[in-house]
């Protein structure tokens, strides 16, 4: 069964950038959909960005993010790439790598919804703070 893995998070303070990875370990992550989410404490989770199988032709992004986060594919390295900006302490979050898949299109025509995400990740934290 798929299973992503992602990394990347640490503490960064505000302005800073960090770049999360997610993996499929065995499977072929360009095959997949694959979303972004995070949920900050006391919060409900969020879609924060996707990316559309078949060399990433669409991306989506939430307004929160929007010029600051950036999706991109890796199929050299099967790796999905999130990358962060411009980082706020708003940004707090354990940050979810989330995959799925349907025949001849994509999810990726908005920002991404947990229910159109059947294979997730367990987290990395990304704390911004001075």
């Known amino acids: 069964q798929l299973q992503v893995v992602e990394s990347g998070g640490a503490l960064v303070q505000p302005g800073g950038s960090l770049r999360l990875s997610c993996t499929a370990p065995?499977?072929?992550?360009?095959?997949?959909?694959i979303g972004w989410f995070r949920q900050a404490p006391g919060k409900e989770r969020e879609g924060v960005s996707c990316?559309?199988?078949?060399?990433?032709?669409?991306?989506n992004y939430a307004d929160s993010v929007k010029g600051r986060f950036t999706v991109s594919r890796d199929n050299a390295k099967n790796t999905v790439y999130l990358q962060m900006n411009s980082l706020q302490p708003e940004d707090t979050a354990v940050y979810y790598c989330?995959?799925?898949?349907?025949?001849?299109?994509?999810?990726?025509?908005?920002?991404?919804?947990?229910?159109?995400?059947?294979?997730w990740g367990q987290g990395t934290q990304v704390t911004v703070s001075s």
């Open positions: 989330a995959a799925d898949w349907i025949p001849h299109t994509t999810r990726c025509t908005e920002v991404p919804r947990q229910e159109h995400y059947g294979y």
């Open positions: 990316v559309s199988s078949n060399n990433g032709g669409s991306t």
């Open positions: 065995g499977f072929t992550l360009d095959y997949y959909d």
